[in-house]
């Protein structure tokens, strides 16, 4: 049986956007955040393409993207866990040298009985709340958590102390971020005085990395920036300002491709598939694509959408259903069934680089990317 769709992964793309991230933040380790299966693009075929672009440290999110990843990455690369995991993934996590972060009192005493059980050390990093409000410890509990580590240096590695910032690509969150550097930066020098240090500090995603090179410290968790896109809007303009640059360096290195279907002709004067949002004007020449909101086509691009046929843009015509679109390819010569289509990704020799997941807003693409289901095949290129 035949997918109806298929995710390709073009490894030039990926060598050039890692290249750029290397020689932008000269110097800095980056950790490439592959949380919410690597964007949608699929942490099983992603991690070792970015391991053969040089990449040998991986974030994600909970102990199952961990497993993922430890399932097909190097044994020389590792693993840190900035989310959630319980009891028993701390076993896990310890057994295999997967770091982990630490923010609250009660994680830290489990990763520390649990080393003591295992006799081996736990790896972990210590994130601070500066103003996020999601995880991290208060500054109130900085020397109660200091008094921990002292006492048992025998069962941890104290390897990072970490932060996140909450919406480092929107100008609009200045004050809070420049608030959230000054607490970070205080926490820092308490520890500093207590004469107990991680072996590195880390703050910056990718939007953070661009903005704030005052806060690099020796590691960066980038994100979506691996895959070609920025995290908004102002970041990019703000890049290419600064450099001069006029177009973005970063290549997308995702494609989702499906066929037409079968074709259809619609006279004048009737509506598009259900209710009555799409009005035919003209005599309208449809493609129907086998794909729809149970493959991640969102229903918001209902009438927005665009997609690639022949190289040409098409836009979706009436609402998304379950399975499949209608594309309008009236204007698109010799459209036949079994026509690849482009849902996102670059098709001939025009400079069409983007489609449908376009560039509606920059949000988006962190939503729609993620929500890309777990079974369409990821195929590396
Ligand atoms: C998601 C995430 C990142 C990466 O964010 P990007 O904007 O994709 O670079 C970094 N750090 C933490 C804690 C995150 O949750």
Redesign the pocket.
Known sequence: MKASSVIKLNQTALQSNWDFLRSYFKGKQISA?V?GNAYGHGITTYVPMAEACGVNHF?V?NAGEAYEVYKVASPDSTIMI?GSLDNDDIEWAIQNNIEFYVFTMERLATAIHTAEKLDKKAIIHIEIETGMYRTGFEHEEIPELIAHLKNNSEKLVFKGLCM?FAGAESIANYVRIKKQKIIFKKALKTFKEAGILPEIVHTC???AAVRLPDMHYDML?????QYGFW?GPEVLIEYLNKHKAEQSPLKRIISWESSIMSLKEVPPGEYIGYGATFFSQQTMHLGIVPVGYAHGFSRSLSNTGIVLINGKRAPVVGMVNMNCIAIDVTHIPNVKPKDTVLLIGTQGEHEVSVASFGEMSNQLNYELLTRLPLDIERKRI
Not at 221 to 225: A, C, E, L, Q, S
């Open positions: 955040v949380k974030s999110f900035m996140h995603c990718s939007a968790r980038i994100g979506i920036m995290s």
